[in-house]
Nanobody
């Protein structure tokens, strides 16, 4: 069992930065691949970024590539999402998730994730 708690969301102006954190409970955090997803009002949840258990491979949605960076610290049971050059269209509730699936394109699918956090709101003003 893994419990996930996101933090770091807030209100920021366009062009600004935020760093989201996702703290995980449980001793097996390092065996899970981690992902970030987001859901804007009236829209479906969408993939943002993912990272393998070792941190050796990362994946990004085209819409955030070059602006967002996912990383993890297995010693701290935490995964991060550094978000730079934020745009109003990045406004959403951001969720972190954990999956026992190892790697590859499956990490882009929300259906493979076993555990989800409660979400943190990110609002980017124009």
């Amino acid at each position: 069992q893994v419990q996930l708690v996101e933090s770091g969301g807030g209100l920021v102006q366009a062009g600004g930065s935020l760093r989201l954190s996702c703290a995980a409970s449980g001793r097996t955090f390092s065996s899970y691949a981690m992902g970030w997803f987001r859901q804007a009002p009236g829209k479906e949840r969408e993939f943002v970024a993912a990272i393998t258990w070792s941190g050796g491979t990362t994946y990004y949605a085209d819409s955030v590539k070059g602006r967002f960076t996912i990383s993890r610290d297995n010693a701290k049971n935490t995964v991060y999402l550094q978000m730079n050059s934020l745009k109003p269209e990045d406004t959403a509730v951001y969720y972190c998730a954990a999956t026992a699936s190892g790697a590859g394109s499956v990490l882009l699918r929300d259906s493979v994730y076993d555990y989800w956090g409660q979400g943190t709101q990110v609002t980017v003003s124009s």
